[in-house]
């Protein structure tokens, strides 16, 4: 059904849709509607999951962490601070193969302090083990959170959704919310396989000691799911939803990109405003063109390799920095694209801490 | 090794804890007790490092370690999981609701929902995890939460904790021409439980597995948090014989050094007794390296009549000598 939403109050409608069973969160701007809306949701009695308040986001973390540990769906909401404090619980969560989903409401860390938005948080945790997408507007924050719960729970992985802060958060807008019974239909009800999660039929031991002998193998067993991930249960998820829901969700979100020469690649509700300068920017008569990322992690080295072919330079739009480097993203680009195709590659750094984006401003970097 | 245990047990030998370890055979004790329908939290430390190396886990009921701080937590989503998951199998919830708080009313043994049961040492308990702790109290929840309290960080190889006593000589806080060891006090986590309102406290030592096993099964009566805090002798890190565990862990009580006490909604239900010639605090330290440099210096007899006054003050505050009158000691006012 089509509404009039906030985009922390379509999240929180949604997930309630998800029919998580524990979810726990703390309060941090710019996620705090989200968390509000939800214990709303769970006062109001329109809820069946535990609603666990805690007096921390570390806390949070290992609550969500127990909680799918005893089989059930889990979920978290965090930003900046909020999820570097988690950081060690984001790392455990991954490495014991927890399928929980968290949103991470992207926004800059300090310091020096600062609410506004960027995606540093979200970017410091991508070596964790986390498939991690973005959106690009609330539906796709709305769609891709349902997406994110059957990914997590097919991969046997967690999964954080990542939403600009204040830009999709705070900011009203047009949102078809499914049905529930289609969320039933293509969630249905989790099932972990025997012996994968605490049940003292049968008593396994989770967290264990692992020796030199043992620790590289887990870890690149680890790498390997995730990186399978992407061609299977993601583009498997990604079928399926558009079956059952009608919309397209995708690894990459295009615009003009078919014969562009520049193309801006970068991750995040910034494609709005990279949509009007590239439109601009054609009315000069100059082949400009969009591809921005939809999934962090796995990386999809393959899709950029395939949708970059034929062009002549990328722009990075970089909403995080690796300080001592240079974007994130664009270091991760250059590695996808080291000896497929020669394109030059700028490297910009841009909107940090909530700093305004002006369509002028992408325009002049061409 | 399985065949010849004759016992059922729930914790498997084959760890590889030093031997004479008070933990881990306090441990054993512990989950026995507890029983197979527990789901058992334990923090990063000795306990955990020797009994779940992949593949060799010597838990007999299904066990999860996280981190080393935030075990409390983990159980609190344990038990919103199993909440949850009953609650859609139809069994009813109402008495162990995780939101009748404050109230506790004892309930009795429960034969359905799993015993969370939280396994930590001091370091995690006292110190880094005392926040996620006082979480856990505040909410209410019903977790049984066990400190092995060796008074160290052991398994990184003996340093200070929050739980180290006065005048003890461990990796962080050593002995040596202008120190006496540790010169702080033991941090006071029963009284912190109890004004917390946590229902049921209590706490025993390693000499006294009857001790551990009765108050196991009283504080499972229990709704709500439970904390009991219990003295396991560490070998390396308190430098005594691997034959002498149960005779320290005995003289903590006996000295009135660490009391044996049960403390119900507040009130002081149970105390061990001394015996009636209580042993010196001296007899105690001597059993054990940590304390010797005491012995040497005038400062470090000093500390010895610190410490010493710290036994006499527990004996008169919990009435622990066997003519100490019996009264009620009451140490919460109910909210
Ligand atoms: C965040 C973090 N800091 C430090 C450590 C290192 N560490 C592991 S166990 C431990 C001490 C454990 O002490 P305690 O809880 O008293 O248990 P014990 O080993 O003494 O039984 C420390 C410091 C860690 N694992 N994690
Ligand atoms: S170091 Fe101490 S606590 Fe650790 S296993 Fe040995 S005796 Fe037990
Ligand atoms: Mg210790």
Redesign the interface.
């Known amino acids: 059904m089509k509404k009039l939403l906030e985009g922390s109050q379509a999240i929180a409608q949604v997930v309630n849709l998800c029919r998580p069973?524990?979810i726990?969160a703390y309060p941090i701007t710019p996620q705090t509607h989200i968390v509000e809306d939800l214990a709303k949701i769970a006062a109001d009695g329109e809820a069946?999951?535990?609603f666990?308040?805690?007096?921390?986001e570390?806390?949070?973390a290992?609550?969500?962490?127990?909680?799918?540990?005893?089989?059930?769906r889990?979920y978290s909401a965090t930003t900046s601070q909020g999820l570097l404090l988690m950081t060690?619980?984001i790392y455990?969560i991954a490495g014991?193969n927890l399928p929980v989903v968290l949103t991470c409401a992207n926004r800059a860390v300090s310091a020096p302090i600062n609410i506004w938005n960027d995606q540093q948080d979200a970017y410091s945790v991508r070596d964790a083990g986390w498939i991690m997408f973005f959106a690009n507007d609330i539906q796709e924050a709305v769609d891709l959170h349902i997406l994110a719960f059957k990914v997590a729970e097919s991969v046997g992985l967690p999964v954080m959704v990542n939403m600009d802060g204040f830009y999709l958060t705070h900011t009203v807008g047009e949102v078809d919310i499914p049905d529930q019974k289609l969320v039933d239909k293509f969630l249905k009800k989790q099932s972990r396989d025997l012996g994968s999660f605490?049940?003292?039929k049968?008593?396994?031991?989770?967290?264990?000691?692992?020796?030199p002998k043992?620790y590289q193998d887990m870890r690149m067993q680890l790498d390997a799911k995730i990186k399978k991930a992407k061609n299977q249960e993601i583009k498997k998820a990604m079928q399926e939803f558009e079956k059952v829901f009608g919309r397209k969700l995708s690894l990459t979100r295009e615009y003009k990109l078919k014969d562009a020469k520049t193309v801006f690649v970068s991750t995040g509700s910034i494609f709005g405003t990279t949509r009007e300068a590239v439109d601009l920017l054609r009315l000069k008569g100059k082949k400009v063109g969009i591809c921005n990322l939809n999934l962090l992690r796995p990386f999809p080295d393959d899709e950029i390799v395939k949708k970059l072919k034929g062009t002549k330079k990328i722009i990075v739009l970089n909403r995080a920095i690796s300080l001592g480097t240079e974007g994130i993203l664009t270091t991760e680009i250059k590695k996808a694209l080291y000896g497929k195709h020669k394109i030059e590659i700028q490297d910009e750094i841009i909107g940090l801490g909530g700093r305004d984006i002006r369509v002028e401003e992408l325009v002049n970097l061409v | 090794m399985l065949q010849k245990y004759k016992k059922p047990t729930l914790f498997y030998p084959g760890h590889n804890a030093c031997s004479g370890c008070g933990q881990n055979l306090t441990a054993r004790h512990v989950i026995n007790t507890l029983g197979?329908?527990?789901?058992v939290?334990?923090a990063t430390g000795c306990l955990?490092?020797t009994t779940?190396?992949?593949?060799e886990?010597a838990?007999?009921?299904?066990?999860?370690?996280?981190?080393f701080?935030?075990s409390?937590?983990?159980?609190?989503?344990?038990?919103?999981?199993?909440?949850?998951?009953n609650?859609?199998l139809g069994a009813t919830l109402s008495k162990v609701s995780?939101y009748d708080q404050r109230e506790y009313p004892q309930v009795g043994p429960r034969a359905s929902l799993?015993n969370v049961v939280v396994l930590a040492g001091d370091g995690a308990t006292f110190d880094i995890g005392f926040?996620?702790l006082?979480?856990m109290f505040?909410?209410g929840d019903n977790i049984l939460y066990v400190c092995f309290d060796n008074e160290g960080y052991q398994n990184t190889g003996a340093q200070a904790s929050g739980s180290s006593t006065l005048g003890a000589d461990t990796t962080t806080t050593p002995s040596g021409k202008d120190s006496t060891g540790d010169d702080k006090m033991k941090k006071n986590m029963i009284a912190f439980a109890v004004s917390q309102g946590v229902p049921y406290v209590a706490t025993s030592t390693a000499a006294y597995p009857k001790d551990v096993e009765e108050k196991i099964k009283k504080a499972l009566e229990f709704q709500g948090p439970k904390y009991i805090q219990i003295l396991v002798p560490c070998i390396p890190g308190w430098g005594i014989e691997t034959n002498k565990t149960v005779e320290v862990a005995r003289l903590a009580a006996t000295t009135g050094f660490y009391p044996v006490l049960e403390i119900i909604n507040g009130v002081v239900t149970k105390v061990l007794k001394t015996p009636d010639q209580k042993p010196k605090i001296e007899e105690y330290l001597k059993l054990q390296d940590r304390y010797k440099h005491l012995f040497k210096s005038e400062e470090g007899k000093a500390v010895i009549k610190r410490l010493q006054k710290i036994c006499d003050a527990n004996v008169e505050v919990y009435g622990l000598c066997p003519t100490c009158e019996e009264h009620e000691i009451l140490m919460q006012y109910k909210l």
Do not use: C, Q
């Not at chain 2, 779940?52 to 593949?55: E, Q, S």
């Open positions: 069973g524990v726990s069946s999951f535990e666990v308040r805690t007096e921390s570390f806390a949070a290992s609550v969500i962490l127990g909680a799918s540990a005893t089989g059930v889990a060690e619980v455990n014991m605490l049940d003292v049968n008593p396994k031991t989770f967290g264990y000691l692992a020796t043992e | 197979p329908n527990t789901i939290v334990g955990e490092v779940t190396k992949f593949g886990s838990w007999g009921v299904p066990y999860i370690h996280s981190l701080e935030n409390a937590a983990v159980a609190t989503g344990i038990l919103a999981g199993l909440s949850f998951k609650k859609n995780r799993p926040g996620l006082a979480g505040e909410r």
